[in-house]
């Protein structure tokens, strides 16, 4: 067993008197006298009970604490405890604090270190390297207003440590440690070698701006200790003493040039998040292992793989209902390994860069994803357009293929909004080019149709000297180097070989906006989809070599996450050593697809002067402020179905709310039942697209389009669309929410019941906002389904009829021509009556339906913009109006009125859970008809004819 280093703990609550005399005798005024000075920061020796809460018999070490002269010694130990002063820090006269532990006696300590059993104590063991914190001079740390810095100091312990030392994976040493508290609810650490430039994760590659930071906050959520030897940090939530991170007792860091480990213990067992995997929503800490690798990839979903994108954020939930969640800002290989114990260790290993870590307190789980998104960025507001119903197939092969899948869509009545053509309509399969003349005309078809087009691009660009990409790209050095710098990088993907653009080249955009308008002023596309962006390759590496010799060491890395798919960091991508004009692809893999998605929305606002959609299959942390996300190549199976439940949930934590799978499935055939189950829940993904693959380059898919299956299949298809597109301007108005405060479109059931434990492992139903509960069927033969709800009120959305049972599980039939959709009371939706696509039904009239909870009580509101302006709310371009029902009265108020071009009539009104007939309706003071169904207890008017954009009154008696 080895030994647990204990160090003095800095309470400065508890030294309220030496502290207060300290600054009297420096001539430190505080604002509010007879106040303890707080500390946000302090050395700790850790006692910790098993509810992750602070022992309250563990005792505190005695401290000596003195002042000391800006000319005292450099050789001095020294550390510094951060105070709550509200004079500048530059005025503190104090320039350093000895500390000196002396025993529980008083007596002064030997040195002797005590020994702790412990089932993690051989990780602190003192005979390998590991970080300690050294002294501090004014050189070296400095508290100032914005942020904490320290000093950390590698130390080898043994022998055979001092020669570890010497070789390629030796610690790093010193390195320098910045803390910064925020927000009340925001702590954010950086620790980075202090003299030699790292690879860090910019804004320029982000596309935006991280959140300024100059001032600390001064209350906090949060407490902030640190244990000195081994160098460790423990965030503790003030309010319960719920320990947060502890990386003081589970392990070393360890900060090489081709390695960073550290670990946390984790109290809560209810994690999610940690994408891109096929996962359920659940991650259990304390019953399964698990191991989870970062690194971009063309993989379809399957579990165990590392997937298309990167997102290493996670959400807690911890015993009361309150939740946390943690965010490494890192953009190199990385796994997350998680193993169960007592407490459970989450252990963090990349191959570069710094550690950036954010750890966000919430304490709701909606404030959590809503505090990471200040972060990232806050989602796009999509045009309104993309939220209908897409279709899209590899395998249209000709034109005239695809005009009659055209054709047959619309006969089948469908809502029918975008048609999208993938590689078989490019010439030769070449990105930015199109094979058939007689495309140009569908496209206009598509568009004086009220429908649009979206084509897809790949990033390879074919070495093809008659190609516009190809000679434009060369000419500027837009492609990515070999790891010489000599020539491009040669690949090979759909076209044959080709070279990749270099989306952090400082001329990128011209490069691609030239290449969008070369194909636009031809096909004037609505939206572009971003394939295989990762990026994909169908070598390894490159055509001629990837210095597989190991002569560039970031070809054969140091660390290789252990359960890689592919087992090395260049397969079915390009090599690590590849060189970019930011740096190397090693450092740039995992952002390609995002900086690919910055770039092309750039591009297309100029383009366009309008929203445009924009898809991509690759994604990072802040993807979604540029666009949305589909989750690649599944499967037509029921398993893929249900799975996709969890990919949706998991990129709504992610800040990328317009997210869906591929309706039907990507591989293989679907079958009828499959078709009809998959639409009835691809209807409520923030984006549906019914997408298939080739007819015979990956295997048997015959067409799923739903015009290609029978009447009766169209019928219930059309049904279930049409319901989606009546809900379009409350999926509208949750995309604003997100857009303008990160809240999440689809959402857990925790996030609304986070109380309620039952809600901690669900992931078959889900939420649209904080309304709409979505309990699909999603096994093959089942007729009914096995729905929970939480202890409150829940009507049916189709008859308005109440629930009486709640807060358990209720069997609920659910025939094939059905679905499941229940209100919750106390919302107001927004409706609008539907039409073939959005162009037609945005002209509609609305609709009301008011679902009152067991006061009488609803609460909802609409955003309403032209559906495509660029920048709305900044602008003020666009409408907000609320609705309230209170006392028998519904009322409108109108926040915002910046959007006056067409109409917004009302014409349907409905109120679930009136439960005492009304004798009369009055709407605006004037008599109204009205229905009273008496075994729903559904009050509706129907006729309607009143403007939304002016004071609305209906009260009933």
């Known amino acids: 067993m080895g030994t647990n280093h204990s160090s003095p703990t800095i309470n400065t609550e508890t030294n309220t008197d030496l502290a207060h005399d300290l600054l009297n005798n420096n001539s430190v005024k505080r604002q509010t006298s007879g106040q303890p000075v707080e500390s946000h920061l302090r050395s700790t020796g850790r006692a910790e009970s098993r509810t992750g809460r602070r022992s309250k018999s563990a005792e505190r070490p005695r401290l000596n604490i003195t002042a000391t002269s800006s000319r005292s010694s450099p050789s001095t130990p020294t550390l510094l405890t951060r105070r709550r002063v509200h004079s500048p820090p530059a005025t503190l006269a104090v320039d350093s604090i000895i500390l000196d532990r002396k025993s529980n006696n008083s007596s002064k300590s030997s040195g002797k270190r005590r020994t702790k059993k412990s089932p993690q104590s051989i990780l602190l063991a003192d005979d390998g390297p590991y970080y300690r914190l050294t002294r501090c001079s004014d050189d070296e740390v400095s508290f100032h207003r914005e942020k904490t810095e320290l000093l950390l100091e590698a130390v080898n312990t043994s022998p055979a440590a001092a020669i570890a030392s010497q070789s390629r994976g030796s610690l790093i040493s010193p390195l320098k440690l910045d803390l910064m508290c925020e927000t009340e609810s925001r702590l954010h650490f950086k620790i980075y070698d202090p003299h030699n430039k790292r690879f860090e994760v910019q804004e320029s590659m982000l596309g935006h701006s991280l959140p300024e930071f100059t001032k600390k906050a001064h209350h906090t959520q949060y407490s902030v200790e640190y244990s000195r030897r081994p160098f460790g940090l423990t965030v503790t939530r003030k309010s319960t003493g719920f320990v947060i991170f502890n990386s003081c007792e589970v392990g070393k860091l360890q900060f090489n040039d081709e390695k960073i480990q550290f670990s946390t213990s984790v109290l809560s067992r209810y994690l999610y998040g940690l994408g891109e995997h096929q996962k359920t929503f659940l991650i259990d800490t304390h019953n399964h292992s698990h191991n989870f690798v970062f690194w971009s990839r063309d993989q379809p979903p399957k579990k165990e793989h590392n997937l298309y994108g990167c997102h290493p954020f996670f959400l807690a939930l911890e015993t009361d209902g309150n939740a946390y969640g943690v965010f490494l800002l890192n953009s190199s290989a990385m796994e997350v390994d998680i193993k169960p114990g007592d407490p459970p260790i989450l252990t963090y290993t990349v191959s570069g860069g710094i550690l950036d870590l954010y750890i966000f307190t919430g304490p709701s789980p909606i404030e959590v994803v809503q505090q990471y998104q200040e972060v990232i960025g806050f989602s796009h507001l999509p045009p309104y357009w993309a939220l209908g119903f897409h279709l899209s197939r590899w395998g249209y092969d000709s034109v005239t293929e695809l005009n009659k899948t055209i054709d047959a869509n619309r006969r089948a009545a469908i809502c029918y909004e975008s048609q999208w053509t993938d590689i078989d309509m490019m010439k030769d399969r070449q990105s930015w080019t199109f094979s058939h003349s007689d495309l140009v005309s569908t496209v206009h078809n598509l568009q004086l149709n009220g429908q649009r087009y979206v084509n897809i691009i790949n990033p390879g660009v074919a070495l093809d ?150 898809i991509s299959r690759s994604t990072f942390p802040g993807s979604g402020h540029y666009g949305g996300h589909w989750t690649g190549d599944n499967c037509s199976t029921f398993t893929d179905l249900a799975n996709s439940i969890s990919a949706v949930l998991d990129f709504n934590l992610f800040g990328i709310p317009l997210v869906g799978a591929d309706v039907g499935g990507f591989f293989n055939t679907c079958s009828e039942e499959l078709l009809i189950r998959w639409m009835q829940l691809g209807a409520f993904y923030p984006f549906m697209r019914n997408h298939n693959s080739h007819p015979t380059e990956a295997g048997v898919s015959e067409p799923q389009d739903p015009g290609s299956y029978s009447k009766d299949t169209q019928a219930i298809l059309a049904d279930i669309v049409a319901v989606r597109y009546s809900l379009l301007p409350y999926l509208y108005t949750l995309m604003y929410d997100s857009h303008t405060k990160g809240a999440p479109v689809v959402r857990p059931l925790f996030m609304l019941y986070p109380k309620d434990k039952k809600t901690y492992v669900i992931d078959e139903q889900f939420m649209w906002g904080s309304t709409l509960l979505l309990s699909p069927c999603l096994h093959e033969g089942e007729t009914s389904v096995s729905a929970y709800f939480p202890y409150d009120i829940w009507y049916d959305f189709f008859t308005g009829e109440r629930l009486t049972r709640v807060g358990t599980t209720i069997q609920l039939p659910t025939p094939l021509h059905s679905t499941n959709i229940h209100v919750r009371g106390g919302s107001i939706l927004v409706t609008q009556t539907p039409a073939r696509n959005t162009k037609n039904s945005r002209n509609n009239p609305f609709g009301l339906l008011a679902a009152l909870d067991s006061n009488h009580i609803a609460r909802g509101k609409l955003y309403w913009d032209d559906g495509e302006v660029l920048d709305p709310v900044q602008t003020k371009q666009y409408n907000l109006i609320r609705f309230s029902v209170e006392e028998g009265c519904l009322t409108t108020t109108i926040d915002m009125l910046g959007y006056t071009k067409y109409s917004m009539k009302l014409k349907l009104v409905q109120i679930f859970g009136l439960y005492v007939p009304p004798e009369r309706v009055l709407v605006n003071n004037r008599p109204a008809s009205f229905t009273f169904t008496e075994d729903h207890r559904v009050l509706q008017l129907d006729k309607l004819d009143v403007s939304l954009m002016e004071p609305l009154s209906i009260s009933w008696s």
């Open 465 to 614: 000297k008659s190609l516009f990409a190809y000679r434009e790209g060369l000419a500027a050095g837009i492609f990515i180097k070999n790891h010489s710098g000599t020539r491009p990088l040669v690949g090979k993907v759909w076209p044959g070989e080709v070279v990749y653009p270099d989306f952090s080249h400082p001329h990128i955009y011209d490069y691609w906006y030239s290449c969008a308008y070369n194909l636009y002023k031809d096909i004037p596309f609505d939206g572009l989809w971003l394939d295989m962006n990762e990026p994909a390759n169908f070598v390894s590496g490159c055509i001629e070599d990837c210095s597989l010799t190991g002569s560039h060491p970031k070809d054969q890395p140091l660390f290789v996450p252990k359960r890689l798919t592919g087992k090395s960091l260049f397969n079915q991508t390009i090599c690590p050593s590849a060189r970019q004009h930011l740096g190397l692809h090693f450092d740039l893999h995992n952002l390609y697809g995002h900086m690919q998605l910055v770039v092309t929305n750039k591009v297309c606002r100029a383009l366009k002067g309008k929203r445009t959609l924009l």
